[in-house]
């Protein structure tokens, strides 16, 4: 059974996954209540949007069907990887890249 801890940042997180603009208004409704829970859930929801847009820039110069398909099912499997987990509860780090989430955006609290 999870603490109410998580529960008060579970709308918070799963917020932070529907596309960029659910990750700033995470943001903003984190800004008061300061929930560790949702920060969390926010700055893994905030690198999978940026490396969505960095990385598609990056993948449409190739015209290649293959690299865009593997691109976008690698960012939908992190998406639905981290969805689940702030559904469920969890704090896990989204595979290969969650770590660098957590370093690179501590300036969410």
Request: overall charge neutral.
């Amino acid at each position: 059974m999870q603490s109410d801890y998580e529960k008060q940042g579970k709308t918070t997180a799963i917020i932070a996954y529907i596309t960029i603009i659910g990750t700033i208004i995470a943001l903003f409704m984190n800004q008061d209540s300061k929930n560790k829970f949702a920060s969390f859930h926010i700055r893994q929801a905030l690198g999978i949007n940026i490396g969505f847009y960095l990385l598609g820039a990056l993948v449409s110069m190739f015209d290649n069907w293959i690299i865009s398909s593997s691109f976008y099912i690698f960012i939908f499997v992190l998406w639905v990887f981290g969805l689940i987990t702030a559904i469920r509860e969890e704090q896990k780090t989204v595979p290969i890249v969650g770590a660098y989430f957590q370093e690179w955006f501590t300036f969410v609290k």
